[in-house]
């Protein structure tokens, strides 16, 4: 039996889409989060769709919803182990404090309007 090579990068990329699909955590199983939060990390979400639901999170979405989402990926770039989610969210705060909010700061140009009193923030 012969395959030809379009049959087989559609083998390749059939078995590379379940392969991902079982890796990923299943938004569905886990109570309490947000509509917006599942939809937009949803391993069956074609980029398109990804991009619009994401968007929409940008945009309407709470601080919540987005923190949840995030979260969401986390766990699916740890391949839903515990262990490794902690590692990449401790290894987030390190580079949120000393990387990303520092640089976010300098962007500000000094125009603080509200009455925040200008402090640094911090993530714990």
């Known amino acids: 039996m012969k395959i030809t090579k379009t049959q087989l990068r559609q083998i390749i990329r059939e078995e590379t889409t379940r392969l991902m699909k ?7 199983g886990i109570s309490g989060l947000s509509a917006i939060a599942r939809r937009v990390t949803d391993p069956e979400n074609n980029p398109q769709r990804f991009a619009k639901l994401d968007q929409m999170l940008m945009q ?3 601080t919540k919803q987005q923190a949840e989402a995030i979260a969401m990926f986390i766990a699916n770039y740890a391949q839903g182990k515990p262990e490794i989610a ?3 969210f401790d290894k987030l705060k390190v580079i949120l404090n000393t990387k990303v909010i520092p640089h976010l700061e300098k962007g500000k140009g000094g125009g603080d309007t509200g009455g925040g009193g200008g402090g640094a923030v911090k993530f714990g």
Do not use: H, Q
């Not at 079982?22 to 569905?28: G, I, L, R, Y």
């Open 22 to 28: 079982e890796e990923a955590v299943d938004p569905e």
């Open 86 to 88: 902690g590692e990449i």
């Open 60 to 62: 309407k979405g709470s």
